[in-house]
């Protein structure tokens, strides 16, 4: 069930077995393994069910590394977490992110992917995607477009599945199933504000909670679990320091190093030789039924030669201007709210006014038509154009001949549209660096809690590795006759250039290893040093890996899971 915190006595004090700290996708995940259990679990949640303003402010910190995202925006805290504005994009690891890469200083997983394997397959259910293939030459095979004629020695096409839009918030899709679990009680408006040990500090014995309303109680389990960010998972280890006063964990000055993202930045820009390029399968769109996207890759032998991190080529063609306004415009936007309708079973609202707007534009080519003509025949002039006009100018006159609808339509089923330019962005594989950390700021929040600060900071291998990426892919543009590449990324400049971002990815920070003295959990997920507190999410992650960090940190919450469902037994 669950229950306002708010509701609670103050200083009340709450028994249960299992105390999960953070509804998001690692929470939501471990609660939904632990439904039905016969252990009792309780799920704090900072947030309530809806976004609230004063509630997002305690995501606040400070930035004073490489320019980042505001920490109060980069993460959701409320039900459901950064699920509540997922992209949805999912691909598990590699098995080269598993392994321990001479050139990768810190890299190495305790494990190999194929012990990640059948938690990949849960996780797939659990992210409800449409499929559990991951082979490119099964994607290929479904697919309506091809890839670029790339060598296969050096370049691979990596395909990723995309959740459906429908399906990615976990909050709906779980929400009642935990509403219903008689063993699991969520509490709303609960924020941690520090774990408490014993006198010997082996286990933790109590967690205390605060509400913004002002009651406070307590938290009392026989297993804690962290799942609330990278970030914020740091931050309470560093606050609770009533015993350890460098914070819980944190004994080699570990927790909060190593904080992960992955950059990315307009790289390069293509030039292509033919304008008709047949872009489609790099662009979002369907499979058979299921959402997908493909980019370029480096394959494993390339990596292991080049002493590289992965490197993520995304391509974003810049479309003739004629199809950019047409795929805009008014007609065409009333077109899919009537589709959008017809598709759900019902008619849209004002449905006739829809209406008369398509079938107008429908009928633009009246105007090019001869005149009392027996049958539809373009004007002379007309013919006249089309037959001089290249690729591009071809574009321009079925959307001045034929209405942006027609225009629309044709660049959907045909797939080729001229292109000016590709922009080529990277997304690079963060290389594991202590000095990249979260601390605790002087600057306090509303609970009177230390704010965090973030110093995000990249090494030389990063730029390396992007700029070699963009050397291979422009030489096979030019081996191919596909075009040139212009490279804006200067190999030798000290400073990243002004557009570098993130991904909103939060890596590290409590890293994976089986040695305390390089890690702040071991392979189980559990914090070096206290017998009964966990952490789960992508702040174990002990490198940031070449895909999308949801569905790898869903597999390593079902694994906890299953741990601690034997511990419990």
Same mark, same amino acid.
């Given at each position: 069930?669950?229950? &306002?915190?708010?509701?609670?006595?103050?200083?009340?004090?709450?028994?249960?077995?299992?105390?999960?700290?953070?509804?998001?996708?690692?929470?939501?995940?471990?609660?939904? %393994?632990?439904? +039905?259990?016969?252990?009792?679990?309780?799920?704090?949640?900072?947030?309530?069910?809806?976004?609230?303003?004063?509630?997002?402010?305690?995501?606040?910190?400070?930035?004073?590394?490489?320019?980042?995202?505001?920490?109060?925006?980069?993460?959701?805290?409320?039900?459901?977490?950064?699920?509540? $504005?997922?992209?949805?994009?999912?691909?598990?690891?590699?098995?080269?992110?598993?392994?321990?890469?001479?050139? =990768?200083?810190?890299? +190495?997983?305790?494990?190999?992917?194929?012990?990640?394997?059948?938690?990949?397959?849960?996780?797939?259910?659990?992210?409800?995607?449409?499929?559990?293939?991951?082979?490119?030459?099964?994607?290929?095979? *479904?697919?309506?477009?091809?890839?670029?004629?790339?060598?296969?020695?050096?370049?691979?096409?990596?395909?990723?599945?995309?959740?459906?839009?429908?399906?990615?918030?976990?909050?709906?899709?779980?929400?009642?199933?935990?509403?219903?679990?008689?063993?699991?009680?969520?509490?709303?408006?609960?924020?941690?504000?520090?774990?408490?040990?014993?006198?010997?500090?082996?286990?933790?014995?109590?967690?205390?909670?605060?509400?913004?309303?002002?009651?406070?109680?307590?938290?009392?389990?026989?297993?804690?679990?962290?799942?609330?960010?990278?970030?914020?998972?740091?931050?309470?280890?560093?606050?609770?320091?009533?015993?350890?006063?460098?914070?819980?964990?944190?004994?080699?000055?570990?927790?909060?190093?190593?904080?992960?993202?992955?950059?990315?930045?307009? +790289?390069?820009?293509?030039?292509?030789?033919?304008?008709?390029?047949?872009?489609?399968?790099?662009?979002?769109?369907?499979?058979?039924?299921?959402?997908?996207?493909?980019?370029?890759?480096?394959?494993?032998?390339?990596?292991? /030669?080049? %002493?590289?991190?992965?490197?993520?080529?995304?391509?974003?063609?810049?479309?003739?201007?004629?199809? =950019?306004?047409?795929?805009?415009?008014?007609?065409?936007?009333?077109?899919?709210?009537?589709?959008?309708?017809?598709?759900?079973? /019902?008619?849209?609202?004002?449905?006739?006014?829809?209406?008369?707007?398509?079938?107008?534009?429908?009928?633009?080519? $009246?105007? $090019?038509?001869?005149?009392?003509?027996?049958?539809?025949?373009?004007?002379?002039?007309?013919?006249?154009?089309?037959?001089?006009?290249?690729?591009?100018?071809?574009?321009?006159?079925?959307?001045?001949?034929?209405?942006?609808?027609?225009?629309?339509?044709?660049?959907?089923?045909?797939?080729?549209?001229?292109?000016?330019?590709?922009? =080529?962005?990277?997304?690079?594989?963060?290389?594991?660096?202590?000095?990249?950390?979260?601390?605790?700021?002087?600057?306090?929040?509303?609970?009177?809690?230390?704010?965090? *600060?973030?110093?995000? *900071?990249?090494?030389?291998?990063?730029?390396?590795?992007?700029?070699?990426?963009?050397?291979?892919?422009?030489?096979?543009? +030019?081996?191919?006759?596909?075009?040139?590449?212009?490279?804006? =990324? &200067?190999?030798?400049?000290?400073?990243?250039?002004?557009?570098?971002?993130?991904?909103?990815?939060?890596?590290?920070?409590?890293?994976?290893?089986?040695?305390?003295?390089?890690?702040?959990?071991?392979?189980?997920? *559990?914090?070096?040093?206290?017998?009964?507190?966990?952490?789960?999410?992508?702040?174990?992650?002990?490198?940031?890996?070449?895909?999308?960090?949801?569905?790898?940190?869903?597999?390593?919450?079902?694994?906890?899971?299953?741990?601690?469902?034997?511990?419990?037994?």
């Amino acid at each position: 069930m669950f229950v &306002d915190a708010r509701s609670i006595p103050n200083n009340e004090t709450l028994d249960t077995d299992i105390c999960i700290v953070g509804a998001g996708a690692a929470g939501i995940a471990l609660a939904h %393994e632990f439904a +039905g259990q016969t252990m009792r679990v309780m799920l704090l949640e900072a947030g309530d069910f809806e976004y609230a303003q004063e509630t997002q402010d305690l995501n606040a910190g400070e930035n004073i590394g490489l320019p980042y995202f505001p920490l109060a925006v980069s993460r959701l805290r409320y039900f459901g977490g950064t699920t509540n $504005h997922w992209g949805g994009t999912c691909r598990p690891f590699d098995e080269l992110d598993f392994e321990a890469r001479p050139w =990768v200083p810190h890299s +190495g997983w305790p494990f190999s992917k194929s012990e990640l394997d059948p938690y990949y397959v849960r996780a797939e259910v659990l992210c409800r995607l449409s499929s559990h293939e991951w082979s490119t030459d099964y994607w290929l095979a *479904q697919d309506r477009f091809d890839p670029l004629p790339l060598s296969d020695e050096r370049l691979i096409t990596r395909v990723a599945q995309i959740v459906k839009t429908s399906n990615r918030r976990f909050a709906q899709s779980y929400r009642d199933e935990l509403d219903r679990a008689a063993n699991i009680t969520v509490y709303l408006n609960a924020n941690l504000t520090s774990l408490e040990t014993d006198e010997a500090t082996g286990s933790v014995t109590q967690a205390h909670v605060a509400t913004l309303s002002g009651n406070t109680f307590v938290a009392q389990a026989k297993l804690f679990i962290l799942a609330a960010g990278a970030v914020e998972n740091a931050r309470l280890l560093l606050l609770s320091n009533q015993r350890q006063p460098a914070g819980l964990g944190n004994q080699h000055d570990l927790v909060g190093r190593y904080f992960m993202e992955h950059p990315r930045l307009v +790289g390069g820009i293509w030039l292509p030789t033919d304008s008709r390029l047949a872009m489609g399968l790099y662009g979002l769109h369907h499979a058979g039924s299921t959402p997908v996207k493909a980019y370029i890759a480096l394959t494993a032998e390339t990596l292991r /030669r080049e %002493e590289m991190v992965d490197v993520q080529i995304d391509l974003d063609p810049i479309y003739a201007q004629a199809y =950019v306004e047409a795929s805009n415009s008014e007609e065409v936007a009333r077109l899919k709210t009537l589709l959008k309708g017809l598709r759900a079973g /019902r008619m849209p609202d004002d449905f006739q006014n829809h209406l008369t707007y398509v079938l107008s534009d429908l009928m633009t080519w $009246h105007d $090019h038509a001869v005149a009392m003509a027996p049958l539809p025949l373009p004007k002379p002039e007309v013919i006249s154009r089309f037959l001089q006009a290249d690729a591009a100018e071809r574009i321009e006159l079925i959307g001045d001949v034929f209405g942006d609808v027609t225009l629309a339509a044709y660049a959907e089923l045909s797939g080729v549209i001229p292109v000016e330019y590709v922009e =080529v962005s990277t997304r690079v594989e963060q290389v594991p660096n202590p000095d990249s950390r979260v601390t605790l700021s002087q600057e306090r929040d509303a609970l009177g809690l230390n704010r965090a *600060q973030l110093d995000w *900071q990249l090494t030389s291998l990063e730029r390396q590795s992007m700029v070699r990426a963009l050397e291979i892919f422009g030489a096979e543009l +030019g081996r191919t006759g596909l075009g040139r590449l212009q490279v804006k =990324v &200067d190999r030798d400049d000290a400073s990243w250039p002004e557009d570098l971002r993130g991904g909103w990815h939060h890596i590290g920070t409590t890293r994976m290893h089986e040695d305390p003295r390089q890690g702040v959990v071991d392979r189980n997920c *559990q914090v070096h040093g206290l017998s009964n507190l966990f952490v789960a999410g992508s702040s174990v992650f002990p490198t940031s890996g070449s895909g999308t960090p949801t569905m790898t940190l869903v597999s390593l919450a079902l694994r906890l899971a299953d741990h601690i469902k034997a511990r419990l037994r």
